[in-house]
């Protein structure tokens, strides 16, 4: 029997990693073949993102990668998580791939190798080659074989070094951003369409770990990132119960139902008759997206706390997810959302690392056997240098602690998580609200793209080395 880990004390093999994605960070949107994304379309497009700010530079990692990955060998990650952008490397998203895209990646990827740092990708981080959304984008079922045929090309490309995949980031935003609320690309407010997405980014999720399957090496580990959402009712009323339970099929029985156990939760249909029949799901669909998966990526911010309309007025709409007249939730108009209560990061989220612990425990139960690995969690703060230069964020200490303590703790009771991936590296396009929101571990001078490690980085990279947990959260000098 092995001896129980002393109580602040992560397991051995345990990856410390940061992440990021292709558009939030790259730049050189014109370079090398690329093409537009639908995130180049929209922020191009006036009014969609705060000030009108895009990631035509971003924080230019396209030319400063080298830079990056030497940042955080420094501080002494072990692992790092990023996405491809599928348009620089299929520009039109079909057809042959374009080689000096796959090099750029081949070439971070062997820089993270040389430094000990074992890459994890994520091949779809919201942002679709804009041919692709003309075609009718992910509302099209189409879209699903495009995204296969685009995971396959990557697989062959970078499966000799790379283990770790994700097919998707958070589909949960591409489908009910994307096209319900409108507050992200492609700023669709069609709630049927939002629908039609999540069953297809759900079946390109299927079509896609089966691509990658047939052209990686055996042992590697695919992969699903979700932003389960940890919903909480308002009241114990039997109202406020079922407002919960109907947001909780919205923001995650409708992935994990197919992806876990091959099926949509039943009251999901009725609760979205008014919106669609689902006539969108084919035979055979529900198999493909039950492929089995290695491990699953959970995304933790902060809970959503609802209710039912009866009479209560909620202020305008706190699920934290952008100011737009459209709902994000299809059919779900008659539901409320409250501010939860406790402090708040920049974004307005409320931090309560509790959510971190009871989502790990559901899916160690709803998936038991499964490794988990968090694959984002992190806050946003108004960091801004001293007069010397340097950048304290005890706020960021705080809230990295509190989580990575929930994170333990799970352990401790038994769940199966074998890494943690701080969002973010580096301050970074924070999609509609533009650069206004740092998350970065890392601050980013925008006007010079110099980069300045925030205490919060020294922290977290004594915490990485020591594989433990401080019993305080003093900043690290
Ligand atoms: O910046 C995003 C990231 O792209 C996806 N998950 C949430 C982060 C913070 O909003």
Same mark, same amino acid.
């Given at each position: ?23 939030? &960070? ?17 922020? $191009? ?153 999540? $069953?297809?980014?759900?079946?390109? $999720? ?144 409320? &931090?309560?690392?509790?959510?971190? $612990?009871?989502? &790990? ?35 960021? &200490? ?80």
């Amino acid at each position: 029997m092995t001896e129980p880990l002393p109580t602040a004390t992560f397991p051995p093999a345990f990856l410390w990693g940061a992440a990021t994605s292709a558009y939030q &960070i790259e730049g050189a949107v014109r370079e090398d073949g690329r093409t537009p994304s639908i995130w180049d379309t929209f922020s $191009h497009t006036p009014g969609r993102t705060a000030g009108g700010e895009t990631g035509d530079i971003a924080v230019d990692h396209y030319h400063r990668y080298r830079d990056d990955v030497a940042l955080m060998a420094d501080l002494g990650l072990t692992a790092y998580r990023f996405s491809v952008s599928w348009s620089r490397v299929q520009p039109t998203g079909r057809g042959p791939a374009v080689q000096a895209g796959l090099d750029f990646y081949r070439r971070l990827v062997d820089e993270l190798l040389a430094h000990g740092i074992k890459p994890a990708i994520t091949l779809y981080h919201w942002d679709l080659p804009q041919e692709l959304e003309d075609a009718g984008g992910w509302p099209e079922r189409d879209t699903a074989h495009r995204f296969a045929e685009y995971a396959r090309l990557v697989g062959e490309a970078l499966g000799d070094r790379v283990e770790q995949w994700i097919t998707l980031n958070e589909p949960w935003c591409s489908a009910f951003l994307g096209y319900g609320s409108g507050v992200h690309a492609p700023g669709r407010t069609d709630p049927a369409a939002a629908l039609r997405a999540a $069953h297809h980014l759900n079946l390109a $999720h299927g079509l896609g770990t089966a691509a990658l399957r047939s052209v990686l090496p055996a042992g590697h580990q695919l992969a699903l990132s979700l932003n389960s959402q940890v919903v909480r009712p308002f009241s114990q009323s039997p109202d406020d119960l079922a407002a919960a339970r109907r947001i909780d099929n919205l923001a995650n029985g409708v992935f994990h139902g197919p992806v876990l156990h091959g099926a949509y939760p039943e009251t999901l249909f009725a609760e979205t008759a008014p919106v669609t029949d689902w006539s969108f799901v084919l035979d055979g669909d529900l198999r493909t997206i039950r492929t089995p998966l290695d491990a699953l990526g959970l995304n933790y911010y902060t809970p959503v706390l609802v209710s039912a309309a009866d009479g209560r007025a909620a202020g305008p709409r706190a699920d934290g997810h952008g100011a737009s007249e459209h709902s994000p939730w299809p059919a779900a108009d008659d539901v409320l959302f409250h501010q939860a209560p406790g402090e708040r990061t920049e974004m307005g989220w409320t &931090i309560d690392p509790t959510g971190l $612990h009871e989502l &790990i425990m559901r899916y160690s139960r709803e998936a038991p056997g499964l490794p988990l690995y968090i694959t984002e969690n992190g806050a946003a703060y108004d960091d801004k240098p001293d007069a010397d230069g340097r950048v304290h964020d005890p706020e960021r &200490i705080a809230y990295l602690h509190g989580h990575l303590a929930a994170v333990r703790r799970a352990i401790g009771d038994g769940a199966d998580v074998r890494g943690y991936y701080l969002w973010s590296l580096l301050d970074n396009f924070e999609w509609a609200y533009g650069y206004d929101k740092r998350f970065g571990a890392v601050y980013v001078d925008y006007s010079t793209l110099e980069r300045t490690p925030k205490s919060s980085a020294r922290w977290y990279g004594e915490v990485a080395r020591a594989g433990a947990l401080p019993a305080a959260v003093e900043p690290a000098a």
